[in-house]
């Protein structure tokens, strides 16, 4: 009778062993990949994950170009609305603007930018090769895709805007305002288990709905809308990702 307890206790031991084994095998990968744990986070269902595309995803040096409109409020600090307009891409030959209004792209007489600025009335963006010698800057009028390269030396267009400012110096955060003011789309980092940043909408002026929309790896990302509200735009360190939504 002993030496059957023996054997029973012996037996456990092993059992203990293995699972033990098994559990380590299992866990190790998890917590050494991130990927493959917001992969299995998102499969069980415990991190949202809504739909999304990589856009241009054999191309580098991809930048999301925003433009923002600022709404003056009788009763509160003015909102800012983030309309994403260009996809820029810094070829070897030249610098391509993906239009995300129409389906068309621009290239600019430009070997490079270092600097956007846009139009007061949000209607134009100059780009400007800080490098060349002289400077060279290009204009684009968004509605028309219209190109105008500058004089050399020349970064002022003769229309209204600050043309000596970078566009993107406060586009992040949660100041992301639809074009039509209706919606507010917030991408929040935080260190997390599963990701690194959580992409979120609510309806404005309505911040306790909010809908889970996606949750990413790497540093948060710079957001903006399409101009129809049909979709957000992301932008960080592993590309441009467009992320339909559906209201």
């Known amino acids: ?3 059957h307890h023996k054997r029973e206790q012996r037996n456990a031991r092993i059992i203990a062993l293995v699972l033990a084994i098994v559990l380590v095998a299992v866990s190790v990968p998890l917590f050494a990949n991130p ?10 269902g ?7 595309e990589e856009l241009f995803p054999d191309a580098v040096g991809l930048e999301l170009v ?13 909102i800012e609305r983030y309309t994403a307009v260009y996809v820029a891409e810094r070829s070897p030959d030249a610098v391509v603007l993906h239009d995300l209004v129409v389906e068309r792209d621009l290239t600019l007489p430009l070997p490079r930018y270092d600097r956007i600025a846009a139009a007061a009335d949000r209607s134009a963006v100059m780009l400007v090769d800080e490098q060349a010698d002289p400077v060279q800057a290009v204009l684009v009028t968004i509605a028309t895709g219209d190109v105008r390269p500058l ?15 970078d566009i993107f110096a406060g586009s992040a955060g949660c100041n992301g305002v639809s074009p039509s003011g209706n919606w ?14 959580e992409l979120y909408v609510h309806p404005a002026g309505r911040s306790k709905d909010k809908e889970r929309v996606l949750r ?32």
């Open 1 to 3: 009778m002993s030496h």
């Open 35 to 44: 990927s493959l744990r917001l992969g299995v986070a998102e499969g069980i």
């Open 46 to 52: 415990a991190v949202p994950d809504g739909e999304r």
């Open 66 to 78: 925003i433009v923002v409109e600022e709404i003056p409020l009788e009763t509160s600090l003015p």
């Open 151 to 165: 004089p050399p030396g020349q970064t002022d267009p003769g229309i209204p805007g600050d043309w000596a400012t």
């Open 184 to 197: 507010v789309a917030c991408a929040v980092g935080s260190p997390r288990v599963f990701g690194d940043w």
């Open 216 to 247: 990413g790896l790497g540093s948060t990302p710079i957001l903006g809308w399409a101009a129809d509200d049909s979709a957000v735009y992301l932008q960080h360190e592993n590309g441009v990702l467009k992320v339909p939504l559906d209201f």
